[in-house]
């Protein structure tokens, strides 16, 4: 009560109060209005003016990452490479002679941009640095998810770990996209360089490395459901689909009435002959098929595809499946051929298809398999899905709008992050098309907010979308393509329901939906647009129960009823 309710209804109205019975809101109206609702077993949270929004949806979260990374000592703060031989020799004390030790990566989180710059030495350790403290215990740095940041990924490895792996000096790298550093006598170094966003080695010369385990990934997603908790999301969809192993991770804290986060996933198939695809899909489509199956918390329905990507790596990933490292599903890409022959085979068992598709020639790919499988089935009611769009013609998007589809836009990475790309000659004549969500809305299509889970705030897109700067230069990409901060909300919210089917039951605070709702440390509707992005979120309500306080008040775990 005494709040600014955000609702996002159709009207868009504002309320001052908002009440829930049990895991639904009942009434949603100004203060006076709920007095009567309140009871001696009732929880009352006086917001003091602050604003509610519907619980946030991020349409391709890869949540799961997130938690993955604070299983490892952390190496961020550390300014010099002695503090980070110190983080390693305390690690040393507590393993056994021959234990492996394994660190988060180097840089600061979440981009990891300062890799290069955030030691006083202007360097990386060495193989031989980490024997200092290390001699028996093999010491593996990991390198970061490329997405995350920007190449080359850096990994560093003492002496007893290149040998256990058997990297030397005669070590040749796996494909041209690894590089083994060596110093003048040409051993190596113990640092190893890969010049792409997805990372090979513990795949190939780093198989002997430990990896990760279900209990791992287990735990490292229920701290990630934490966090996107603490950042106001309450839904996430993962349109990059899931490994088995991580499927696995969400069934148990699932069991256990653990999830904090309700989630869709998505099936996402290591590449295989066509007549084995088939086979496969006709078993998903008896779990997956239609809206899918599950509960309110978790929902496995649909199967996810990428046209882009390159092929040396993916077919390194490939030899190791069903181990996916930090990715936590396939990446294996399709041709265009192999797309619209998949497609159809996933329409004709009631599939929903969900394409990775961020080039004009890749997104005509989508539409024509779109188009093919409409024409064989009818897919236009069953909303399929481009994720990840960064340009579209204004063909396309009539195409778009005549399927159905449902969008999902990047901005962090695609404005924010790697912006600066679009600044060249070549870039520039794209620009005006980079991330058009004015023209999207402006058509009638349904446009969902991706985070990619770097950073993991949806606020942080949202407000990428309003201002559309670049991180370097602060020059503006496509400002024409700005929206308003209420289209931006609904995107994250109302649209992210419609997504998963589910815009009956949330995305916006009326009488009837469920209760998810995020307490914000502002007025997003008001405050100056800079403070959007670094907004704080005061407490999380998912079902009518407290998830996330940012000033425990004994609420947390608890129905506000």
Known sequence: RHGKIITVDRAYSIAEAVAIDGHTISHVGNTAEMQPFIGPETHVVDLHGASVIPGLIDAHAHMDREGLKDLFPSLAGAQSVPQILDIIAREVAGKQPGEWIMTAPLGTPPYYFDVATMLAENRVPTRWDLDAVSPENPVYIQAIWGYWGWPPLVSVLNSRALELCGVGRRTSPPWEGVEILQDRHGEPTGIILEHN??????????????????????????????????????????????????????KRLWREGAMTVRSHLLFTPPQTPTHTFRAQVEDWARIGGGNGIGDDWLRVGGISFQLSGNRTVAELRRRAKPYTSWAGHYHDPVSPEQLRELVIIAAQNDLR????????????AVLSAFEEADRCVGIRHERYVIQHLQFATPRQLDRMQALGLVVGVHPNNHIWKRGKRHLTPEGRQQIDRVTPIRDL???????????????????????????????????LIAPHQRISRAEALRAATVNGAYLTFEEHKKGSIEPGKWGDLAVLEGDLLSVPEDHLKDMGVRLTIVGGRVVHEASPTQLRGKALE
């Open 441 to 475: 809305i402006d058509c009638g299509i349904t446009v969902t907010i991706e985070t990619d889970g770097s950073p993991i705030g949806m606020l942080h897109a949202m407000w990428v979308l309003l201002a559309r700067r670049e991180r370097e230069t602060g020059e």
């Open 197 to 250: 966003f997805v990372p090979t080695l513990e795949f190939t010369l780093l198989e002997q490395t430990p990896r990760f385990t279900i209990t791992q990934r287990t735990q490292g997603l229920a701290i990630s459901m934490q966090r996107y908790a603490a950042a106001g999301t309450t839904g996430i969809y993962e349109g990059h689909g899931i490994d088995p192993d991580l499927m696995l991770a969400y």
């Open 353 to 364: 298809v969900c394409v990775l598709a961020d080039q004009i020639p890749n997104v005509d």
